[in-house]
C-alpha cells in the first residue's frame, strides 16, 4: 500500500522540476524575429580573376517588440543590451565566367553585421 504521503513527496518532485526548467535561459530566437535577405555585392573570382555581381544570402535578425514571456531578470537585461544584426549564410560563391565556374570564399571575414 502506497501511503499519500509518498504520493504528495513525488508531486513536489515534479513541480519542482517543472519549475527548474521555467528557469533556463532563453534561446537568441526567442528575442529576433528572422527573415532572409539577398544582397548583391562585387566580388573577384581569385582563379580567373573576373569581377561580376554576386547575390549573398543574409539572415536577418530584428529585435521583437517586447521582451519574451517567462524570462527572468537576466533575460530581461539581455533583450534591452540586444541589437539588430545581419548574419552571412553563404560562405562559398561559383564563379559566374563559363570557363571557370570555380568555387571560391566570400573574400571579407564579415559574417555579422551591426545594424
Given at each position: 500500500m502506497v501511503r499519500s504521503v509518498d504520493l504528495d513527496q513525488q508531486i513536489i518532485d515534479k513541480l519542482k522540476f517543472v519549475g527548474q526548467r521555467g528557469r533556463e535561459t532563453m534561446n537568441?530566437?526567442?528575442?529576433?524575429?528572422?527573415?532572409?535577405?539577398?544582397?548583391?555585392?562585387?566580388?573577384?573570382?581569385?582563379?580567373?580573376?573576373?569581377?561580376?555581381?554576386?547575390?549573398?544570402?543574409?539572415?536577418?535578425?530584428?529585435?521583437?517588440a517586447g521582451p519574451p514571456r517567462g524570462g527572468n531578470e537576466q533575460d530581461r537585461m539581455r533583450y534591452q543590451k540586444s541589437r539588430d544584426y545581419l548574419v552571412?549564410?553563404?560562405?562559398?560563391?561559383?564563379?559566374?565566367?563559363?570557363r571557370c565556374r570555380k568555387r571560391f570564399e566570400i573574400p571579407s571575414s564579415q559574417s555579422v553585421v551591426f545594424i
Open positions: 537568441e530566437k526567442d528575442f529576433f524575429n528572422e527573415v532572409q535577405e539577398v544582397k548583391r555585392a562585387n566580388y573577384s573570382c581569385p582563379h580567373c580573376r573576373e569581377r561580376s555581381d554576386y547575390e549573398v544570402r543574409w539572415m536577418k535578425r530584428t529585435k521583437k552571412r549564410i553563404d560562405d562559398m560563391l561559383v564563379c559566374k565566367n563559363i
